[in-house]
Structures are given as C-alpha cells and as structure tokens.
C-alpha cells in the first residue's frame, strides 16, 4: 500500500488567495483526520471524518476553513481567504476501526502565507 | 479537557546515552496512551502504545509504563542512536462510540550526536 498521500508537499501563495489541500486515505480505512502543525500550537486536530461524515470540526479554527470528503478515497481541506497566520504543515492520517487506534499519517503539506 | 504535557524540548544527546522523556496527562476517563515519532521530512509514525494501567510499550529498545497513580507514560531508551533524532510526541486516546480522537502533546525534539 502506498500510504496516506498527500498533495501538494509544498504550497506557497499570497494573502487572500484560496488554497486547497489534498488527502487519500489508505484503501479501506474508514477514519480521516485533518491536522495542523505549528511550532507554537503543536499538532492541532481540525476535523476528522468516519464513513466520510465529518463526526468532529471543532478545532476548525474559523469560517475560512473548510473540508469535505466526497468519497471514501479523498478529502479536501479549503482555506478561503487564506492569511499569513495560516502557515503551517498540515497532516492528513487515516485509520481503520478496530486497529487499536493506530493512525497513519501522510507526508504532509507545508504551506506558506506571504 | 483532555491534555498531555510533554518535557519541552530541544533535548541533545551523544550517541548511546540514556535518554527520558517524561509525559504527564489529564483525561477524564481511561486513556490509551501512545508515542509518535517524526522523522525530518516525514509525518508521524506510531512509536509504542499501551492501553491500560501497569502495560508497558516497547519498540525499537524504547519503552514506555503507563502509570496510573502519577499519570505519566515517559518514554525511555537505554543507549540512543543518531538515527533516533527526531520529535516526539506522547498522545492520548479516549475512544467511545463514535467519539473518537487522539490528543497529542507539543512534541520534543531529539538531536543524538556521533
């Protein structure tokens, strides 16, 4: 298996511009988070999806945050407008029910606001 | 809420010294707790686990006791290796019905010189 894939690995745009985040999750794997890692915060959990129902978006830090699941092999995470506050590396990580909770993260997204 | 505090970090050590790194957790139930280590460049990757009080995790000569009565799950390795620098994060899991995440701590990072 090829793991949690993640696109782009780096994302570099200007304040105010939309910025898309793209995630597959491990084939079958019925869990998928979204996280976001900054020095001062550490790993935050934005939302997280079972069955590709948001179950949880309470670290969703505000209106300009977005994601969606329109099927069991990929997620999106939106940021419209995105601001210079917003770079960060953003994780994606999937896990299967019943798998002693392991979670499998994807290589991540480094992205940067100017 | 539930939390986990994690020594901060930098920690720099010489290749095989002993290495500790404590974690402490606040949970309102009976977390399972975890470690998680990043390679650079790479995203998390499940380090040991253990679910229940007095189990120890082990991988890769790192260990870990979850101790109850104090709350903690420091992990520990008894002679470090360069290729062991990375961070570190000590997580927490209280899962339930269809309320499922892990809370990670700010992580540690770990430097181990020839």
């Known amino acids: 298996d090829a793991g949690v894939i993640q696109s782009p690995r780096h994302e570099v745009t200007e304040m105010g511009q939309e910025v898309t985040l793209r995630c597959k999750p491990i084939?079958?794997?019925?869990?998928l988070f979204w996280y976001r890692q900054t020095m001062m915060r550490g790993l935050e959990l934005l939302i997280y999806f079972n069955n590709n129902v948001p179950i949880d978006d309470s670290g969703m830090p505000e209106d300009r945050f977005s994601a969606k699941m329109p099927n069991a092999s990929f997620s999106t995470l939106k940021i419209q407008p995105s601001e210079p506050r917003d770079s960060a590396v953003y994780f994606c990580?999937?896990?299967?029910?019943?798998?002693?909770?392991?979670?499998?993260f994807g290589s991540g997204t480094q992205l940067s606001v100017l | 809420g539930d939390s986990v505090t994690q020594m901060e970090g930098p920690v720099t050590l010489s290749e095989e010294a002993f290495l500790t790194i404590n974690c402490t957790y606040t949970a309102t139930g009976y977390p399972s707790l975890f470690w998680y280590v990043q390679y650079p460049g790479e995203g998390l990757q499940l380090l040991l686990k253990a679910t229940k009080a007095d189990d120890k995790g082990s991988n890769k000569g790192f260990e870990a006791t979850y101790r109850k009565e104090t709350t903690s799950f420091h992990l520990e390795k008894g002679s470090v290796q360069v290729s062991d620098s990375a961070v570190y994060f000590c997580a927490l899991s209280l899962s339930g019905g269809s309320n499922y995440k892990l809370t990670f701590g700010k992580g540690t990072l770990l430097t181990v010189n020839p």
């Open positions: 084939s079958g794997h019925d869990y």
């Open positions: 990580a999937s896990r299967l029910q019943g798998s002693n909770e392991k979670l499998f």
